[in-house]
């Protein structure tokens, strides 16, 4: 199975565009896949180690979605120079192992700014290979990304479609 994880709970974020549109360019590939969105995990999960009693929820997205996945697509926002702390504490609270360990993952950065979180993603590709993740080579830094949609809500930047199309065929076969 292919996730696409989208890695804030910010309502309405350009992430969120950004991991619908990896959704549709699957959907026209015809891959499955899902998305699963921080937007829907409750707080309560944030404030617990993988050590605690798990929530419900937890147990639920950890048994129905983290751990069947073998391929990550991760979209990833800037925030203070790196990644969303939310992002962080929800890997430290999964069970590492089971849902992590061996598996495949791709980073999509997103920034208002002009690196695209190249940092972010350097840090994130740091974790994933410490928890034993595998990270595709080609990252995608999406900089400025308010300035690739138009009034309708449409991206419109046909050279970083390329980039993604290219990056998921590359990811297709890793």
Aim: negative net charge.
């Amino acid at each position: 199975m292919l996730t696409i994880f989208h890695a804030t709970a910010r309502p309405n974020s350009y992430s969120r565009k950004i991991a619908d549109l990896y959704s549709n360019l699957l959907t026209q590939k015809e891959i499955e896949h899902r998305l699963f969105t921080l937007e829907s995990v409750k707080d309560s999960i944030f404030n617990h180690t993988y050590q605690d009693e798990k929530t419900i929820q937890q147990v639920e997205i950890e048994d129905t979605i983290l751990a069947p996945t073998t391929k990550f697509i991760f979209v990833v926002s800037e925030y203070n120079g790196s990644f969303p702390g939310m992002f962080k504490a929800f890997i430290d609270a999964t069970d590492l192992k089971k849902c992590f360990f061996n598996k495949k993952a791709c980073l999509v950065g997103v920034a208002e700014g002009r690196a695209g979180n190249l940092r972010g993603m350097e840090h994130l590709t740091n974790i994933f290979n410490h928890i034993k993740m595998n990270v595709l080579h080609l990252k995608i830094p999406i900089s400025q990304v308010s300035h690739h949609f138009d009034e309708n809500g449409n991206f419109t930047n046909t050279e970083i479609l390329k980039l993604c199309d290219a990056q998921i065929n590359s990811f297709l076969e890793f």
